[in-house]
């Protein structure tokens, strides 16, 4: 099948149909949401906290964003792969901005994304320039969680309504493709969707975004994260624990392997 690209985003919303967005890190979990019709597979700095034990995102490096970036491009051929700049990847400069981006890129991104609004237009600007797309967020944006005082919902008051807003039209007007809202009220996002020409792609914002998305381990059931705003889809966790308890016992207990996985 052909590959998603931007176009099909935009087409998404101007025709109505929304999409769903996964994370992805590793070569197995892209090749299963792959088959099961995912459009976009974001490498999200959320390997951090998911895969690598850090306590939030702020830990996680441009070279771990390369890394599985290459792990996740080199396993699909239909979803488009979206990566994250890391934290501090993009802040110190325009010119680092490009520099990370291009690099994503090479690592086998199709586009990258980047936290904030006002801040970082000068940024997008450039990447976008350099033949990047780029996908904002906005809301909570975890890369600043100790700047905005924990995992709060942004934009409860109008003034952080218009506030947001304003951010996702100048991110538009940028040339942002896209724009994740992160923790934001349902009739905030539902406002922002409504302004804006791109797509809006909401975790924890409601029903009203063009898209969806969800850190995979949280949908899965493999997290124990358990925010109101996340859906348990499965509970591979309890599969998998199941899975090593019987191994264990079998391989303690003597039952495995037997004559039927030896070699003569
Ligand atoms: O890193 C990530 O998983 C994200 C999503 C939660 C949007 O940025
Ligand atoms: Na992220």
Not at 87 to 116: I, N, P, W
Not at 120 to 143: E, N, S
Request: hydrophobic residues 45%; proline residues 3%.
């Amino acid at each position: 099948p052909a590959r998603v690209r931007i176009r099909h985003l935009q087409d998404a919303k101007d025709t109505g149909r929304r999409f769903a967005m996964l994370t992805s890190y590793d070569q197995f979990s892209a090749r299963i949401f792959e088959s099961a019709g995912i459009d976009v597979l974001l490498v999200g700095d959320s390997v951090g906290t998911t895969v690598l034990g850090y306590d939030s995102t702020v830990h996680t490096t441009h070279q771990d964003m390369l890394t599985f970036t290459g792990a996740v491009a080199r396993s699909v051929t239909r979803p488009l792969v979206v990566a994250d700049l890391a934290f501090g990847s993009y802040q110190t400069s325009v010119a680092d901005a490009v520099t990370h981006g291009v690099e994503l890129m090479r690592a086998g991104a199709h586009a990258v994304k980047l936290e904030g609004g006002h801040a970082i237009t000068d940024r997008v600007r450039a990447l976008v320039d350099a033949g990047i797309p780029v996908m904002g967020h906005l809301g909570f944006t975890p890369q600043s969680v100790h700047a905005l005082g924990g995992h709060r919902v942004q934009g409860r008051d109008h003034a952080s309504a218009d506030r947001l807003a304003d951010e996702a039209l100048a991110l538009q007007e940028a040339g942002a493709f896209a724009v994740v809202l992160e923790l934001v009220p349902a009739a905030v996002a539902e406002r922002v969707t409504e302004i804006l020409q791109i797509p809006t792609i909401g975790i924890g914002a409601g029903p009203a975004c063009d898209g969806q998305v969800l850190v995979w381990q949280d949908m899965a059931g493999l997290s124990d994260f358990r925010g109101a705003f996340v859906r348990r889809f499965a509970e591979i966790g309890d599969d998998l624990r199941r899975a090593a308890t019987a191994y264990r016992e079998n391989v303690e207990g003597r039952r495995y392997p037997g004559a039927e996985h030896s070699f003569e």
